[in-house]
């Protein structure tokens, strides 16, 4: 998008629409409304840039629009005029001509928001100039739901199509629109002259005939092996055997031979598999984007062209079975309101037609006769055996990539790997060659069901086996919740899991639920956050790690192949060092993503109203053993929570942090907190023990002894025990959450509430340097018993053990046998969790309460022999940090959800609806 930090006027836009070279003829005018954000959450070139942002974020290479009309009647500028817009698939014309797309900021349908005043007028001054100046009439005005297939109300259901072209036609001839152009300012010509250069060459959504098309060049073709249902195809060049034997004869050889004599011993080839939502011919305009990448980073890449294409298909029948049998063209349609139920109906209507089989069930056909006899795949797999094992292929690493259902292609090469290796066609010393010669395997999104993966991928993965570990970039469940497939509220996975597989609710190696639920696999991919030696390595999105090769930032399903964190950690893990170059933008990803038109929900606040306070406490001016990091850490969290956004923060310091000063501070928060505020605790300082005082130790994790956080009248007796904590949070209005953050020693379950769910993670025990434990002598430990004993503290019963621990979470510097430590004046805990929140910014939002406990270990070197926790119970580890989603970030209004309606109203007809839903499930 062009550069424009202030809104257009109609004065700047007509001299703008002389200035602009433009070489792509437009046909028609494209009429949308964001829906989300609303007028009255437009706040200027903030929810522009965050729109734009959204859109490159989903893949998509800028913003949609050519033009957007905001609340006020400014014009901004968008997608450069020359390229398609992603406006209605197949719809969007090409690069010679197509129409011209206009967003409207606001909701228009019936009993929401109104198009008029300024808004009104611009946007038939804008219609009006641009039929003008096309030559078009008022019938090339299109409304976004008029456009073939189209199951959308944008842009309203609100805005009458006469009454706004009788707008139009009367404004087409006024003195005003007709007068005479000034001439273009300086900004406007700088405007043009960024815009000159051409757009995309080809339509945003639309395919282009790669295939068969001899648009295939000789420097894209020793990238690619392609296969027609799994065979050769004699007819295609690059679909014959003699175009797999020159790829080893000749092009890896020639690339290795080079190598060689630059003085090069290692020589990675990656092996790369499509996923499901790619046609063959998108397939092969991946390659052609992305392998210069790959050589650029000293990797040969060979692309799998195999028969997939899913989305089409899928999102027919989604269509025809559910939408069109329910409502009929023209209704306003599901997507207002993507509910449970209607999910439901959709998954058993896809499920029960015989449709689904040429899609999901083909594709699946397809990768396995790629390896049955006189296949492609098998062929290939020969090729390679004899290449390995030559002094052709000496130094050669091959590694295996795969996106959704290229799990499914490379599980079919493993297996017959196994196959070939068994029989004899692929000799011993062949198969010690090949076992020497690979690497690893990559999957982002997997779409393979976990028994196959276990059966055919599993038996070739460990030491002295083929592959040497697997690395699954996949999204939380979350994330696979928030995306899309057409009027479908979930991901592809979602469908495929409930509907496209013969067993409903198969479980499929993507879906973090799957993992969570199988204990091989979360073994194997440490998802018990052990961290135990093991073969598989888990990195779910979306992850901003401090360490290299652990991050992701796709939001969709179909986003991981042209994300650049996921891209760039698969290449770190294959080479051992950062990427070289900039990771490319992919011109043309919007197939991949949801059939919806992606908007925004605008605000730095969670719909529901609701609010988060943070305390903050540090203490470094103790008596005794005096600390020097502990103040810095309560500052620092302080400030890491005001940038995120937070309604009220507190920070309480050295000789205001006595034990009635805590406490007051938070009971200051509880009172003025209501059901579904967040309440943040952090503490840094001293924490010690104390003999158990009420007996509800007896089967802890430290037997005996009552963790204590130490207030700085510690030498008065004045303690902070984990009861008088759990009494706190007891406290607290129902509905309240509460998240404590404790860098101090022995901080491990210092809430005192058992949830039965722990992110115990294991680190080697090497160094020692300062610690926050305050060692108490018998005199100090009696004062302090007897204080406990006045106060009449409870011990923590046995249902609140079981029952209340719901809201709570705890982030913890260590375990409850442990030291937390600092240096140089800040705590090491605190210092890597405040850094990684830093790092993921706005996608902080999302990441599950595991998740952040997970990486926040990662940045915590072993040598501190502390072992960072997260004491939560099984539904909260799950879920989003608390707090987070209310807080935003702070790029407000940036918080994304997705464009046009997607939340039911109360309206009758839609309560019809769902009615209609309800007896069509039962039905089916």
Excluded at 443 to 461: G, H, N, S, Y
Excluded at 552 to 561: K, L, N, P, T, V
Aim: proline share 3%; net charge negative.
């Amino acid at each position: 998008m062009p550069e424009n930090n202030d809104a257009l006027s109609q004065e700047d836009f007509a001299q703008l629409l002389n200035e602009v070279k433009q070489t792509r003829r437009i046909s028609s005018i494209h009429l949308h409304h964001t829906w989300k954000p609303r007028k009255t959450q437009f706040v200027g070139v903030a929810t522009i840039e965050a729109m734009r942002n959204y859109h490159i974020g989903k893949g998509w290479d800028d913003i949609a629009q050519h033009l957007t009309i905001d609340p006020h009647g400014g014009l901004w500028v968008g997608r450069n005029w020359n390229a398609a817009p992603a406006s209605a698939k197949g719809c969007n014309g090409g690069r010679d001509e197509g129409p011209f797309m206009i967003e409207m900021v606001g909701n228009f349908d019936e009993g929401e928001e109104t198009l008029e005043g300024e808004q009104l007028n611009s946007v038939v001054a804008t219609i009006a100039r641009l039929l003008n100046f096309h030559g078009l009439s008022e019938t090339d005005l299109v409304f976004h739901r008029d456009c073939e297939n189209a199951w959308k109300t944008c842009p309203g259901t609100g805005v009458d199509r006469n009454d706004l072209v009788e707008k139009v036609k009367a404004a087409r001839g006024s003195k005003k629109l007709t007068a005479a152009i000034s001439e273009s300012s300086q900004g406007v010509r700088a405007l043009a002259n960024k815009m000159a250069i051409t757009g995309n060459d080809r339509g945003f959504l639309d395919k282009i005939p790669f295939l068969g098309g001899g648009r295939i060049d000789d420097g894209l073709v020793r990238h690619l092996v392609g296969s027609s249902d799994g065979r050769f195809d004699d007819d295609e060049s690059w679909m014959t055997k003699a175009h797999v034997d020159e790829i080893f004869s000749k092009h890896l050889s020639e690339w290795v031979g080079k190598r060689r004599e630059d003085g090069k011993n290692d020589h990675p080839i990656v092996l790369y598999a499509h996923g499901g939502l790619n046609s063959e011919s998108k397939a092969v305009d991946i390659a052609r984007h992305y392998s210069g990448w790959w050589k650029g980073n000293e990797i040969y890449p060979i692309y799998f062209i195999w028969k997939t294409g899913l989305l089409e298909t899928i999102g027919d029948q989604i269509k025809k079975y559910a939408l069109g049998a329910l409502f009929g063209k023209g209704e306003r349609g599901l997507g207002n309101w993507f509910s449970d139920k209607k999910d439901l109906f959709l998954e058993k209507s896809v499920h029960k037609v015989k449709a689904r089989r040429v899609t999901w069930d083909d594709m699946k056909i397809n990768a396995q006769r790629c390896f049955d006899k006189d296949g492609v795949g098998r062929y290939f797999l020969l090729k390679l055996s004899e290449f390995l094992s030559s002094s052709a292929g000496d130094g050669a690493r091959i590694e295996l990539v795969g996106h959704s259902a290229g799990s499914i292609f490379h599980s079919r090469f493993l297996e017959a790997f196994g196959v070939l290796t068994k029989s004899g066609e692929i000799s011993p010393s062949q198969k010690k060659g090949m076992i020497n010669s690979f690497g690893d395997l990559h999957l982002m999104a997997p779409a393979i069901r976990c028994d196959e993966f276990k059966a055919w991928t599993l038996p070739q993965v460990g030491s002295r086996r083929l592959i040497n570990s697997v690395s699954l970039f996949t999204m939380t469940d979350y994330w696979e919740r928030k995306d899309t497939l057409g009027p479908y509220g979930k991901s592809l996975l979602y469908m495929i899991h409930f509907a496209l597989e013969d067993r409903v609710g198969e479980p499929l190696l993507g879906m973090e639920t799957a993992l969570r639920n199988d204990s091989e696999l979360a073994r194997f991919f440490n998802f018990d956050g052990n961290y135990e030696a093991s073969f598989g390595e888990l990195i779910l999105s979306k992850t901003k790690s401090l360490r290299s090769g652990w991050n992701s930032q796709s939001e969709a399903h179909g986003g991981f192949d042209n994300d650049k964190d996921t891209m760039e950690s698969i290449v770190y893990r294959i080479l051992g060092r950062e990427s070289s170059g900039a990771f490319p933008d992919d011109p043309d990803k919007a197939e991949k993503r949801s059939f919806s038109f992606p908007e925004i929900v605008g605000g730095n606040r969670s719909l529901s109203g609701s609010k988060t306070r943070a305390l903050c406490v540090g203490i470094d001016e103790y008596t005794t053993q005096p600390l020097y990091g502990c103040v810095n850490d309560a500052q620092r969290w302080a400030r890491t929570f005001g940038q995120l956004g937070a309604d009220d923060t507190t920070l309480v310091t050295n000789g205001n942090a006595t034990l009635q000063g805590i406490l007051e501070s938070f009971e200051k928060l509880a009172r003025e907190s209501r059901s579904g505020d967040t309440i943040w605790f952090q503490y840094a300082g001293h924490g010690s023990h104390v003999p158990d005082i009420s007996g509800d130790e007896a089967n802890g994790d430290s037997p005996g002894q009552d963790e204590i956080l130490c207030p700085i009248d510690i030498t008065d007796g004045q303690i902070l025990l984990d009861d008088d904590i759990g009494a706190m949070i007891d406290r607290v209005a129902p509905g309240v959450r509460v998240v404590c953050i404790f860098d101090c020693c022995h901080s491990g379950t210092a809430t005192r509430v058992f949830f039965g769910v722990r992110e115990n993670l294991v680190v080697d025990h090497s160094a020692s340097v300062r610690e926050r434990y305050l060692r108490l002598d018998s005199n100090l430990r009696g004062r302090c018993v007897e204080n406990v004993r006045r106060r009449g503290v409870q011990g923590v019963s046995r249902s609140r053990q079981a029952n209340s621990g719901v809201r709570e979470i705890l982030f913890s510097a260590c375990n409850s046998r442990q030291t937390a430590k600092e240096e140089y004046g800040n705590g090491v805990f605190t210092t890597a969790a405040t850094t990684l929140i830093a790092q993921l910014g706005a996608g902080v939002g999302s990441v599950s309460c595991s998740e952040l406990a997970r990486r926040i270990h990662a940045a915590v070197d072993p040598k501190w022999d502390q072992t960072p926790e997260l004491h939560c119970s099984s539904s909260a580890k799950l879920e989003p940090v608390p707090g987070i989603n209310a807080i935003g970030v702070p790029i407000a209004p940036t918080s994304f959800l997705a464009t046009e309606p997607q939340q039911a109203s109360s309206n009758s007809v839609e309560i019809d609806m769902l009615r209609q839903i309800d007896m069509l499930t039962d039905l089916i």
